[in-house]
């Protein structure tokens, strides 16, 4: 499978309009890969917070309109990484999206794990409480956001759902850049899977990000890891490993905890 992951740059200069049709023309751009996967809250900034209320969006709005045709228009598997999701109901959440080739919507995750301590994000925005799982053609996907990385259980149910590939967007702060390759690979290790890492770059409210998109195979080996600028990572994922990993040092059917 070709994963492609497009850590994109939030400049709070660029109009959320300008991006998001830039964002569908970088999509479009990687035909002849089988997935590719966006950053966290890409279109207004995971630390703008000012901006979240005004940005919001439904499942139907531009962002989500934009990235299927993107979708459709490269024949990929699109994980158009976050949106801020307004819930008429409810709610803002942190929400993930995740379109086939032929463009349809087929799954959404909101973001479980809150950021901020008491403020920004972990105040604003409303708790998933699924962890969610996408069946592709060749392998399942597992769903997580950024801050997720810190939480391996979910990671585990995740593993207990059939996961072969983690997919896990982000907008990671440049100052924690070590924590953020040091779980991405955590995370691969224990659970014997592939982590695709996707970030943003740039800064935004001021706050830099870390960038460095990284792709870990089961083992824990680094495959790709963009630098600070905005850039596309494109990896061949030989899919088969993870059986072979799994087979070959068995550590996760020696699990005692949690099954």
């Given at each position: 499978m070709r994963a492609s992951l497009i850590q994109t740059a939030v400049d709070p200069e660029e109009p959320v309009?300008?991006?998001?049709?830039?964002?569908?023309?970088?999509?479009?751009a990687q035909r002849g890969s089988d997935l590719v996967v966006l950053p966290e809250l890409w279109p207004?900034?995971?630390?703008?917070?000012?901006?979240?209320?005004?940005?919001?969006?439904?499942?139907?709005?531009?962002?989500?309109?934009?990235?299927?045709?993107?979708?459709?228009?490269?024949?990929?598997?699109?994980?158009?990484?976050s949106i801020c999701e307004r819930d008429p109901e409810g709610p803002l959440?942190?929400?993930?999206?995740?379109f086939s080739p032929s463009g349809d919507l087929v799954r959404t995750y909101r973001k479980i794990h809150r950021f901020g301590f008491d403020k920004g994000e972990a105040v604003m925005m409303g708790a998933g409480s699924?962890?969610?799982?996408?069946?592709?053609?060749?392998?399942?996907?597992?769903?997580?956001?950024?801050y997720d990385l810190r939480f391996p259980e979910l990671f585990?149910?995740?593993?207990?759902?059939?996961?072969?590939?983690?997919?896990?967007?982000?907008?990671?702060?440049?100052?924690?850049?070590?924590?953020?390759?040091?779980?991405?690979r955590a995370r691969a290790v224990e659970n014997q899977a592939y982590v695709l890492a996707c970030g943003t770059?740039?800064?935004?409210?001021?706050?830099?990000?870390?960038?460095?998109?990284?792709?870990?195979?089961?083992?824990?080996e680094v495959l790709a890891e963009a630098g600070a600028d905005e850039e596309v990572l494109t990896v061949e994922l030989d899919l088969g490993?993870?059986?072979?990993?799994?087979?070959?040092?068995?550590?996760?059917?020696?699990?005692?905890l949690g099954r």
């Amino acid at each position: 499978m070709r994963a492609s992951l497009i850590q994109t740059a939030v400049d709070p200069e660029e109009p959320v309009a300008a991006r998001r049709a830039r964002v569908a023309e970088l999509v479009r751009a990687q035909r002849g890969s089988d997935l590719v996967v966006l950053p966290e809250l890409w279109p207004v900034g995971a630390f703008a917070y000012e901006s979240f209320a005004a940005e919001a969006e439904t499942l139907d709005g531009p962002t989500a309109e934009a990235m299927s045709d993107a979708a459709r228009d490269a024949g990929v598997w699109l994980h158009a990484g976050s949106i801020c999701e307004r819930d008429p109901e409810g709610p803002l959440y942190n929400t993930s999206l995740v379109f086939s080739p032929s463009g349809d919507l087929v799954r959404t995750y909101r973001k479980i794990h809150r950021f901020g301590f008491d403020k920004g994000e972990a105040v604003m925005m409303g708790a998933g409480s699924e962890a969610v799982t996408v069946r592709l053609p060749e392998t399942t996907l597992g769903l997580a956001t950024c801050y997720d990385l810190r939480f391996p259980e979910l990671f585990r149910a995740l593993v207990d759902q059939g996961t072969e590939v983690f997919v896990v967007p982000a907008g990671w702060p440049a100052k924690r850049r070590d924590h953020w390759t040091l779980f991405a690979r955590a995370r691969a290790v224990e659970n014997q899977a592939y982590v695709l890492a996707c970030g943003t770059a740039g800064t935004h409210a001021g706050v830099e990000q870390a960038g460095h998109s990284i792709v870990v195979d089961p083992w824990g080996e680094v495959l790709a890891e963009a630098g600070a600028d905005e850039e596309v990572l494109t990896v061949e994922l030989d899919l088969g490993r993870v059986a072979r990993t799994r087979e070959d040092f068995p550590a996760l059917r020696d699990r005692m905890l949690g099954r």
